[in-house]
Structures are given as C-alpha cells and as structure tokens.
C-alpha cells in the first residue's frame, strides 16, 4: 500500500479544514477526490503530499511517516503536479523535465548522468512532447504544458502521483487526451494516482474509486457505482441528479440545484 492517511486534520493556521480522514491508496490504483467548493480536496492533497503539515494524524507514504522523511526521499516515490506552475522565462521543455531528476542529484552535480537521460526521454516519449524538446515553455499551449509538466513529474519515477485539477482551463478535447495518458501510465506501470478533479462525470468515467468531501470530512469513498447516488450528491453537492447508464459507464445528469436559502 504506497499511501495511507490515519485520523489526518489540518488547514490554514489556526483553521482546520480536513478533518479526521482515513483514507488508503492501492498501487495501481486511481483514486479521486470529488466535493463542493471548499469540502477540502485541495488541503488534502496539499497534506498528503508533505506541502502543508497536519495537525493531527499521519500520512503514510511505503510505511513511512512523509512528514518525518527528508524532502529528498520522498520525492523520489512521490510527486505532484499542482494547479499552478511557476516556469523561469527561456526555460526549454527539455530542461524543464530535466529538473524532475533533482531527487537522484547531489547539489553540486549539474549534469544528469545516463540513468537521469533516459528517465527524461522515456517521460518525453511517454507524454509526447519530444518534437518541441527544445522549445521554450512559454510558447506553448495549455494542453502541451500540461503534458510538459506531466513528464516533470514522471521523470521523478514515482510510485505515486497526486494532481490538482489537471484538467482546469483545458477544453474537452484535451482534457480527454490528458486523461487517456493519465490512464495509459496508471495500467502500464502500475501507477498509483490521486486526482482532484471538479467534473464528476470525468472522475467517474477514469477512477478505480471516489472519495466524497463534504466540510473536510470524508462522507463516503467506493467505486463509482457506490458514490454515484441520488442521496450521496443531494447531500455533498446541494444537487438533485439522475443517474445515466451510457458506454463509458456511470454518468451523472444534474436536474436542480436545492435551494438552501431564502430571501425576504
């Protein structure tokens, strides 16, 4: 089991916003994170990942408290492509994804050696990204940087890979393609993933299971066909839906949203 969280709360401060969540992460296996806006699916990928510190709880990443291993270490099972990114401007794809091999680098080593190489073309070639290696990242499109950024993370070869809404700001066109190479890695090197993802029916059609937030705390996790109910998204959402049965399995319809307040 390569991620594991136990009785994990934390936040902002003095602000708790995860509270008290078990949470286990098969290797292999894509899980994702679905909630109203503020449930705290992105605090909890943030304390996953080692970014925020709990409050209470642990995470575990191979059996190993994350917080109590060196960034080092962690980074060479883990990493983790967040909703924004920061690129130095001139930076070329190449020496982007070259920077996924920091973990394996001394600091005083500038050059990768011929493992470092070849991890950073099989990321190029898995994502494919090798025909604009030498672009500066600046010039691209929103769908290639994701892809460029996608190697970044691979090139780190880790067992596990937490995203934050990877497909924000993407049209369906390449959020489809994004997620299709997101699946493709999940069953060809047994990689496990955590996605935070805004679309249910998107989470739906790609995950093995959801897990449901609902005020920082877990309010259910199963497959699909266990989460996709009337009830479970009445209450997580504020939603009435219908539940569709179509050829890329269980899609939700949304038919009113509740009204939770009136206005005098």
Known sequence: M????????????????????????????????????????STLLRLMSRILLPQQGVVLLDGKAIHHQPIQAVARQLAILPQQQTVPPGLTVYQLVSLGRAPYQNWWEWELDA???????????????????????????????????????????????????????????????LLDLLKSLNQKQNLAIITVLHDINLAARYSDRLALLRGGELLAV??????????????????????????????????SAQITSTIP
């Open 115 to 177: 493992t470092g190489k070849e991890k950073v073309e099989i990321a190029m070639a898995e994502t494919g990204i090798i025909s604009f290696r030498n672009r500066p990242v600046s010039e691209l499109s929103g769908g290639e940087k994701q892809r460029v950024f996608l190697a970044l993370a691979l090139a780190q070869n880790p067992k596990v890979l937490l995203l934050d809404e990877p497909t924000t700001y993407l049209d369906i066109h390449y959020q489809l393609q």
């Open 222 to 255: 199963g497959t699909p066909e266990d989460i996709l109910t009337p009830a479970n998204l009445r209450s997580a959402f504020e939603v009435e839906v219908t539940i569709l049965e179509t050829p890329v399995g269980l899609q939700i319809c949304p038919l």
């Open 2 to 41: 390569p991620l594991k969280i136990e009785n994990l709360s934390g936040g902002y401060g003095k602000s708790l916003i995860v509270k008290a969540v078990n949470l286990a992460l098969e290797q292999g296996e894509w899980l994702s994170l679905l909630g109203a806006n503020g449930s705290g699916k």
